[in-house]
């Protein structure tokens, strides 16, 4: 099939490459020249493990190419994706600007029959504008042409979108017509392994879906965050009840784990969105509310066992901090716990030596020519002359470290571990002293 994707985001990209390596004829579009040239000379525009080898194997093979130029775009594919950014305005609301402006671009230039899907998430509502955006520019041009609006949000993590995109556990389809219906149907049919992962809906629903899923997941995490916190002072210990809850069926062992807060591009994002969106038609939704409370405090909770243990001035103290990256095999620091905890430390008067596989760069222009602030390029260098260890994410680099070296290197034999990556009894034997979460 022929296929356009608008915006060579992660989503739109990972789509395109993934659509390509099936066999169809894949044009990228993206109005930004500096991220199109990336793409041609043979590069891609940010981390996601196997992605490059999926971009190169198809250019090769002339299936994915890639352009800014608009009228081929919308020539080239009979379906054509929308996979452009929806930022967060300032009232939390998801700023739909980019994908409007891509559903005019379609309706300008489209000559015959065309299924826009809209990849991108999007509030409730959003595939109705979509649709009369295409039609007022058909109208403008006075052309009666077909058209069909499908809702398809995905569910791409971070690390592992490739693996995602290519084996999905289920591909959500909204759709009103037999004729996007059947498009959408042969499109995904090469994933369509084991069993029907293709559910299809109406587009309102599919919508819905996304922020539900992601706002389930949300959930999760805050309340086993918030158990955390109080095993803590119950002298429970986390670890232990997540394996005591996860063997029942209906609760599962997925995102159960406690850690110092989610962050990332949707969580976040999407759980502001559907707050606002709720709120827009009249529902207040007190869990979701909370939900986002809760993570917000805790991307606190490492600084509030930093300043138990050393006092609120941090004047003079170093930390040593691994893993900067919201979450592991990322270099993408959107809402990551680790921006909150620099900041606290800075504004306590403490400096920070940081280390990351991957994202010390983008922390470098978050945080500008900050001398606070220094980087490392080998985990146990960050120790040096710091009071503390402070883990933030969870990468399976630190899993197994020498932890003499560790109690050597550091000034005082302190580990904070946002993650829980340790057995608090093994960091006893070492002779260290273990702050997790939730932890006994
Ligand atoms: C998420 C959804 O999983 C994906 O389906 C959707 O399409 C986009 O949003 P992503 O943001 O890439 O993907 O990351 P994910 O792996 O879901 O982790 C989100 C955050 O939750 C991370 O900060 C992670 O550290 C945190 N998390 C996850 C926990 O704190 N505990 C857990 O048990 C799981």
């Known amino acids: 099939m022929k296929i356009t994707v608008v915006g060579t985001g992660y989503v739109g990209l990972v789509s395109g490459a993934c659509l390509a390596d099936v066999g169809n004829d894949v044009l990228c579009l993206d109005v930004d020249a500096g991220k199109i040239r990336i793409l041609e000379e043979g590069g891609i525009p940010i981390h996601e493990p196997g992605l490059l080898e999926i971009v190169r194997r198809n250019v090769a ?15 080239h594919g009979a379906v054509q994706f929308i996979a452009v950014g929806t930022p967060p305005d300032e009232d939390g609301s998801a700023d739909l600007q980019y994908v409007l402006a891509a559903a005019r671009n379609i309706g300008r230039y489209m000559d015959g029959y065309r299924v826009i899907v809209d990849k991108s998430t999007v509030p409730v509502g959003t595939g109705d504008k979509v649709k009369a955006a295409i039609a007022e520019e058909l109208s403008k041009r006075s052309a009666d042409l077909p058209f069909s609006v499908v809702s398809n949000p995905e569910f791409l993590k971070e690390g592992a979108a490739v693996e995602d995109f290519m084996r999905p556990d289920r591909i959500v389809v909204g759709a009103e017509d037999e004729r996007a219906i059947e498009s959408m149907r042969q499109l995904y049919a090469p994933f369509q392994r084991n069993h029907d992962k293709l559910v299809f809906m109406d587009v309102r629903s ?154 010390m760069d983008e922390t470098r222009r978050i945080f500008g020519d900050e001398a606070r602030l220094s980087y490392v390029d080998r985990p146990m260098k960050a120790l040096e002359e710091a009071d503390a260890l402070v883990i933030v994410t969870e990468w399976k680099e630190f899993r197994s470290p020498d932890f003499d070296r560790i109690r050597g290197l550091l000034r005082q034999p302190v580990l904070f571990d946002g993650r829980n990556m340790y057995d608090p009894a093994v960091m006893r034997e070492s002779g260290l002293e273990y702050h997790g979460i939730g932890r006994r």
């Open 61 to 75: 093979a002339g299936r994915l190419s890639f352009t800014t130029d608009i009228e081929r775009a919308v020539a």
């Open 206 to 359: 599919a919508e819905l879906t996304k922020y539900a899923a992601n706002a389930m997941l949300a959930t999760r995490i805050s309340f086993m965050n918030e158990l955390a916190n109080l095993a803590e002072t119950l002298g429970a210990d986390i670890e232990l009840v997540r394996q005591g809850i996860g063997s029942d069926p209906r609760i599962g062992w997925h995102f159960l784990y406690a850690g110092c807060g989610y962050g990332g591009s949707c969580f976040p994002k999407d759980v502001k969105a559907l707050i606002k969106t709720a709120d827009e038609h009249g529902h207040k939704l007190k869990v979701l509310g909370a939900v986002e409370d809760a993570n917000e405090a805790q991307k606190h909770v490492l600084i509030d066992k930093i300043v138990a243990r050393f006092g609120d001035d941090l004047s003079g103290r170093r930390f040593a901090l691994w893993g900067l990256a919201f979450k592991p095999n990322t270099d993408d620091m959107r809402e990551a716990p680790s921006r909150v905890i620099i900041a606290e430390l800075f504004r306590r008067g403490a400096t920070v030596a940081a280390y990351d596989p991957v994202a």
